[in-house]
């Protein structure tokens, strides 16, 4: 029930900007921390940013300070802004909803098709 699609993707020069969004639909969108992975063939999937229900984020050190996420709940619409991009940050970049704990145990993570990002000149 619960849907995720990513957009955005694309070709971009060293240097230049890229803005991905995820849009979800099935659940309500405001209460979930939302994530960016990405994956590069034959590595393991790396956790990008992270945006709690609150708005609070995080950053892997490599993309600190270039990368900010962000959520828009009217939209129920998660937003990576990709800025002064490198070709290290070329990869399928996923959108990943976090599963709500309760008593009974936690639900399941859901996850996009992806989007494929290829930084290079």
């Known amino acids: 029930q619960v849907q995720l699609v990513e957009s955005g993707g694309g070709l971009v020069q060293p240097g230049g900007s890229l803005r991905l969004s995820c849009a979800a639909s099935?659940?309500?969108?405001?209460?979930?921390?939302m994530n960016w992975y990405r994956q590069t063939p034959g590595k393991q999937r790396e956790l990008v940013a992270i945006i709690t229900s609150g708005g609070s984020t995080n950053y892997a050190d490599s993309v600190k300070g270039r990368f900010v996420i962000s959520r828009d709940n009217a939209k129920n619409t998660l937003y990576l802004q990709m800025n002064s991009l490198k070709p290290e940050d070329t990869a399928v970049y996923y959108c990943?909803?976090?599963?709500?704990?309760?008593?009974?145990?936690?639900?399941?993570?859901?996850w996009g098709q992806g989007t494929q990002v290829t930084v290079s000149s």
């Open positions: 990943n909803l976090v599963g709500l704990c309760s008593d009974g145990g936690c639900g399941g993570d859901y």
């Open positions: 099935g659940t309500i969108f405001s209460l979930y921390a």
